[in-house]
C-alpha cells in the first residue's frame, strides 16, 4: 500500500488508484496514516481498510471498462459522476454542490475535432436560469468566450489575445462598455454582450 504519509492509497489492476484514506483498522485499532505501521496491510479492492471512525475520511474512485473516471465518492456519498461520448469527450459531469447536498450538473458539447463549444451548468437555489459558457474559434485557435444566463438578453464576450508569454493571464486592462455603446459591445441573436480581453501565453 502506497502511502505520502498523510493518505494511503489502494490501485487496482490497471494501476488506477480507487480509493485512498487517510484512517485504518490495524490489528483492531483505529490509526491515522500518518502514524501506522503499513507493513501489515495489503492491497485489495474489496474489503477496503479505511474507516470514518476517529474523524476519518476515504475516498473511492469507478473506472469504466476503458479506464475513465466515472464516479467519485467520499465517505460512500457520491460527490461527482461523468458521462462521456463515444470518442471519449466528457459531455455530462455531475458534482456536489459546495454549500449543499445536491449533485449540480453540468453539459459540455464538442466539436468533431474535439474543440469545446458550449457549456451549460444547471441552475441552483435563488439562480433564476442556467449559466453558460460559449467559446468561438479563429483559425483553430480560441478567440472569443461569451458568458452568461440561459434566456437572458445580458452577457459578457471575453477575447483573448496571444502576447507570447508563458501562461494564461487577463490583460492589466480591462475593456468593458454598457449596452449598446459603440465598439466593443455586440449583439449575437437577441443578446447583448460587453467585451472583456484575456490573454494567453504562446
Same mark, same amino acid.
Given at each position: 500500500?502506497a502511502t505520502n504519509g498523510?493518505w494511503? *492509497?489502494?490501485y /487496482?489492476?490497471?494501476g +488506477?488508484v480507487?480509493? =485512498?484514506?487517510?484512517? $485504518?483498522?490495524i490489528s483492531g485499532?483505529?490509526? =491515522?496514516?500518518?502514524d @501506522? /505501521?503499513?507493513?501489515?496491510?495489503?492491497? +485489495?479492492?474489496?474489503?477496503?481498510?479505511?474507516?470514518?471512525a476517529?474523524?476519518?475520511?476515504?475516498w473511492?474512485y469507478?473506472?469504466?471498462?476503458?479506464?475513465?473516471?466515472?464516479?467519485?465518492?467520499?465517505?460512500?456519498? @457520491?460527490?461527482?459522476?461523468y458521462? *462521456?461520448n463515444?470518442k471519449?469527450y466528457?459531455? =455530462?459531469?455531475?458534482?456536489?454542490?459546495?454549500?449543499s447536498e445536491?449533485?449540480?450538473?453540468? *453539459?459540455?458539447?464538442?466539436?468533431?475535432?474535439g474543440k469545446?463549444? *458550449?457549456q451549460e451548468?444547471? =441552475?441552483?437555489g435563488t439562480?433564476?436560469?442556467?449559466?453558460?459558457?460559449?467559446?468561438?474559434y479563429?483559425?483553430?485557435k $480560441?478567440f472569443?468566450? /461569451?458568458?452568461?444566463?440561459?434566456?437572458?438578453?445580458?452577457g459578457?464576450r471575453?477575447y483573448y489575445?496571444? /502576447?507570447?508569454r508563458?501562461?494564461?493571464?487577463r490583460?492589466?486592462?480591462? $475593456?468593458?462598455?454598457?449596452?449598446? @455603446?459603440?465598439r466593443?459591445?455586440?449583439?449575437?441573436?437577441?443578446r447583448?454582450?460587453?467585451?472583456?480581453?484575456?490573454?494567453?501565453?504562446?
Amino acid at each position: 500500500m502506497a502511502t505520502n504519509g498523510k493518505w494511503a *492509497y489502494v490501485y /487496482d489492476a490497471n494501476g +488506477s488508484v480507487v480509493a =485512498k484514506g487517510d484512517t $485504518l483498522n490495524i490489528s483492531g485499532t483505529l490509526t =491515522k496514516v500518518k502514524d @501506522a /505501521d503499513l507493513s501489515t496491510i495489503t492491497d +485489495s479492492v474489496t474489503g477496503l481498510p479505511f474507516f470514518t471512525a476517529n474523524n476519518g475520511t476515504y475516498w473511492q474512485y469507478e473506472y469504466d471498462l476503458i479506464n475513465r473516471m466515472v464516479e467519485v465518492t467520499k465517505n460512500g456519498t @457520491a460527490i461527482a459522476a461523468y458521462t *462521456y461520448n463515444w470518442k471519449g469527450y466528457r459531455v =455530462k459531469k455531475e458534482k456536489l454542490n459546495a454549500t449543499s447536498e445536491e449533485l449540480r450538473t453540468t *453539459y459540455y458539447v464538442f466539436s468533431p475535432n474535439g474543440k469545446l463549444l *458550449y457549456q451549460e451548468e444547471e =441552475k441552483f437555489g435563488t439562480e433564476t436560469a442556467n449559466f453558460y459558457r460559449q467559446y468561438d474559434y479563429l483559425f483553430n485557435k $480560441l478567440f472569443a468566450k /461569451d458568458v452568461g444566463r440561459v434566456g437572458n438578453t445580458e452577457g459578457v464576450r471575453f477575447y483573448y489575445h496571444t /502576447d507570447h508569454r508563458p501562461g494564461h493571464r487577463r490583460l492589466p486592462q480591462r $475593456l468593458a462598455k454598457p449596452r449598446g @455603446a459603440g465598439r466593443g459591445s455586440g449583439n449575437r441573436g437577441n443578446r447583448h454582450f460587453r467585451t472583456e480581453r484575456e490573454s494567453v501565453g504562446h
